[in-house]
């Protein structure tokens, strides 16, 4: 097979969780065990950092990656899902696995593939561990999928775990409540590895500090020692840099931290992934301050870190965010409402396997709206969604496409207007520049 084939047989053989939903998610770590035993066990052979949570997740598991590459670490990085390519999901030092690895580990393994009857995520799982250990990364930062315990990812036992958060998210295969919730998100604090959880609630906290004493564990709460305050914020050639003042336990800390990223959001994943640097350094003492500071300043050419807070054009601006739940999208609106504008566009788009009307709720009124389907199965109608979106007071019109809408919104809007494109990554993902999906 070629490396299209082989992407064919995965997508057409596996069921896969972001086109399919529910059906793709295995309760269990039979399949991800069985594969890892037949590898030979790759994800003992190289030390790592498991990173969960609700939000923030992926953009911790960045933050990392790039101040270990800055510091001369041979990294690995394990995100999903991916935007556009399916090798963002396996990166070493920043660089997308190979298309020969891809095509050479599905072929020399098929037998076993065929045999196990893997879901879509555990196979990549695998090669993703396959691939780190071939390549004698001297680190691995792993972020979870989907929960926690019952992740594919969670067969690992790091050196450090982290727990960004935790919101409503995926309620029909983790819970209905945040303690619940919470509990999944658990599953990732081994014995004896400490933790680091980014955010205190008190539903959740409980949980947490409750499984930490069960396995002896150490755990800190960043945002109970660690605030992380944004300066000022520039935009140039559109990219966005954050200046930040660092503060723990209410004293200066680290002063003039600059990171190739914006948005709401990042002022928490920064402290947090601050509590993490602070204990990875322990382990790795290359990780100083001077890795910190160019990891950061350098993210997203160190990482190719995409799709959050996101701009893809000038006149009108245009800003997208992956932003999908109710934590992340009240975040979100509270600073667009802020940001200047005459008019503001707003181009969505959710998946069908969760209620969008809480969602729907946090969106202004006071916007235009262009709804549209992702280009997956899981895409709720842009018809259905209008018609929700009509009886919360959201007045819009529903597009063939994402492309469509935003091309619709952008011809639309005056030069001082704002468009922006969120609600799901896959609708994210039709519209961000980068190489054709695949």
């Keep these: 097979m070629n490396y299209a084939e082989t992407l064919n047989y995965l997508y057409a053989r596996l069921p896969m969780f972001h086109r399919v939903g529910a059906a793709a998610f295995k309760k269990d770590l039979t399949n991800t065990l069985a594969l890892a035993r037949h590898l030979g066990d790759p994800h003992t052979k190289f030390p790592s950092v498991h990173v969960g949570g609700t939000n923030g997740k992926g953009s911790v598991s960045h933050i990392l990656a790039a101040i270990c590459q800055a510091a001369g670490l041979k990294t690995g990085l394990y995100i999903s899902p991916h935007y556009r390519d399916f090798r963002e999901r396996i990166k070493v030092n920043g660089r997308y696995i190979p298309r020969k690895a891809v095509v050479e580990f599905v072929c020399s393994n098929r037998q076993k593939i065929e045999e196990v009857q893997p879901s879509f ?24 999928g989907l929960g926690g315990r019952l992740d594919s990812t969670n067969i690992i036992t790091p050196e450090l775990s982290v727990i960004t958060n935790i919101s409503y998210d995926h309620m029909n295969l983790l819970g209905d409540t945040l303690t619940l919730i919470a509990g999944e998100k658990a599953g990732i604090i081994k014995p004896g590895i400490p933790v680091v959880i980014g955010e205190t609630h008190p539903e959740s906290a409980p949980v947490f500090l409750e499984k930490a004493r069960s396995t002896g564990s150490e755990i800190i709460f960043a945002d109970q020692h660690v605030r992380a305050t944004p300066v000022q914020e520039s935009i140039q050639n559109r990219s966005i840099r954050t200046s930040y003042l660092v503060s723990r336990d209410e004293k200066t800390w ?185």
Excluded at 122 to 136: G, I, K, N, Q, S
Excluded at 289 to 301: F, M, P, S
Excluded at 414 to 422: A, E, T
């Design 121 to 144: 995520f555990e196979l990549c799982v695998a090669m993703a561990f396959d691939h780190f250990a071939r390549e004698r990364v001297d680190v691995a930062v792993i972020e979870v």
């Design 254 to 438: 680290i002063n003039d931290l600059e990171m190739e990223a914006g948005g709401p959001f990042q002022e928490k994943n920064l402290a947090t992934a601050l509590l993490a640097w602070e204990k990875m350094k322990m382990i790795f003492p290359e990780i100083d301050e001077y890795a910190l500071r160019k990891g950061l300043e350098n993210l997203k050419q160190l990482t190719r870190f995409m799709g959050r807070w996101e701009i893809i054009r000038n006149s009108p601006t245009v800003l997208c965010d992956s932003a999908h739940n109710e934590a992340g999208i009240a975040l979100a609106f509270d600073r667009i409402n802020n940001w200047p504008h005459r008019k503001l566009h707003i181009v969505t788009g959710f998946v069908n396997d969760k209620p969008a009307g809480k969602v729907l709720s946090l969106f202004p009124k006071n916007a235009s709206y262009y709804f549209a389907k992702a280009n997956i199965p899981r895409g709720l109608d842009a018809r259905d969604l209008a018609r929700q979106a009509a009886g919360l007071g959201l007045a819009g019109r529903a597009y063939s496409s994402v492309k469509n809408a935003l091309k619709a919104a952008v011809k639309k809007a005056g030069p001082d207007d704002l468009v922006v494109v969120i609600g799901s990554i896959f609708v994210v993902a039709e519209v961000i520049p980068g190489p054709r999906m695949t």
